[in-house]
């Protein structure tokens, strides 16, 4: 049973899971927005979030952390670069999720979570 356990399982296991959403965080900061499913995208959001949150801070330890997680070395500096001006005003909710029309193959509820 897994009752009160917040984390999102997604059908994966714990690696696959975690690799997954590396991945897709990586792309969302490198792309600025991700078509996926609406379950993995809130998901994501709390992981995104994680990340733009480590770059405001902007300390050595922060940008160790974030580059411990995230794939690129380059997107992490240039995170920790623009994080400040473009989020400095914002203390939380960095995306927004637009749901989308449903997977055509089997119906799956789709949204699209773009950075703010």
Do not use: W
């Not at 949150?53 to 997107?75: C, E, M, P, T, V």
């Amino acid at each position: 049973m897994r009752h009160q356990c917040r984390v999102p399982q997604l059908g994966r296991p714990d690696d696959q899971r975690k690799a997954m959403l590396r991945g897709l965080t990586t792309q969302l900061i490198r792309e600025g927005r991700v078509t996926t499913t609406k379950a993995r995208a809130k998901a994501l959001r709390d992981e995104t979030e994680r990340m733009i949150s480590l770059a405001k801070d902007g300390s050595l330890a922060a940008r160790r952390r974030a580059l411990g997680y995230i794939y690129d070395k380059q997107l992490v500096h240039a995170l920790f670069e623009k994080a400040s001006e473009r989020y400095g005003d914002r203390s939380g909710g960095y995306t927004r999720i637009i749901r989308t029309v449903p997977r055509r193959g089997d119906n799956a509820e789709m949204a699209i979570i773009e950075l703010v």
